[in-house]
């Protein structure tokens, strides 16, 4: 579990360098604006984790491509395939 700490824009301000030496340890901090979060000092592995995630497909986009060359070279011939045997039923 990655630890937090709040600031106060500030705070954070006068202190960045203890920000910058926590995130370094794993931990984050969030600065805060008249005490609503706007800003966040994050480890750099924690960073490159999250672009890697938003890269990466969402739902049922994440399945695209995944049943390439399922049916055939000819998909439109397999589902005539199909078509036709449960017409036949």
Known sequence: ??????????????R?????S???AGTS???TRHGKPCAAVVPLDTLEQLAL???RPQGIMALRGTGRGLWGRDS???????????DSE
């Open 1 to 14: 579990m990655v630890s937090r700490v709040r600031y106060g824009l500030e705070q954070a301000r006068a």
């Open 16 to 20: 960045l360098p203890l920000l910058v």
């Open 22 to 24: 926590e995130a370094v």
């Open 29 to 31: 901090s969030i600065i």
């Open 53 to 55: 995630l938003k890269r």
């Open 76 to 86: 439109a011939a397999a589902v005539r395939v199909l078509r036709d045997e449960w």
